[in-house]
């Protein structure tokens, strides 16, 4: 590819651009032998959950925005 900006690419090219970047990710990242139960419970363990009567996102947002 010839092109040096994405603004200057055609979308045949970016998306072969694309298709190549992820391509090379996917080869490079680790096999994942883990079964989707075993992926799961890790989500589970890991999840953070806020303690009762903790602003939520859109309470601190506006506050921010308030102030």
């Known amino acids: 590819m010839s092109t040096e900006r994405v603004a ?3 979308i ?3 998306r072969r651009f694309v298709t ?3 391509d090379e990710k996917l080869h490079d990242s680790p096999e ?3 079964t989707l139960e075993e992926v ?3 989500m589970d363990r ?3 959950t806020p303690p009762p009567g903790a602003r939520t996102t859109l309470e601190m947002i506006q506050e921010d925005r308030n102030a």
């Open 8 to 10: 200057d690419m055609t």
């Open 12 to 14: 045949g090219e970016l």
């Open 20 to 22: 190549q970047i992820v």
């Open 32 to 34: 994942d032998d883990r």
């Open 40 to 42: 799961l419970a890790s």
């Open 46 to 48: 890991i999840r953070w």
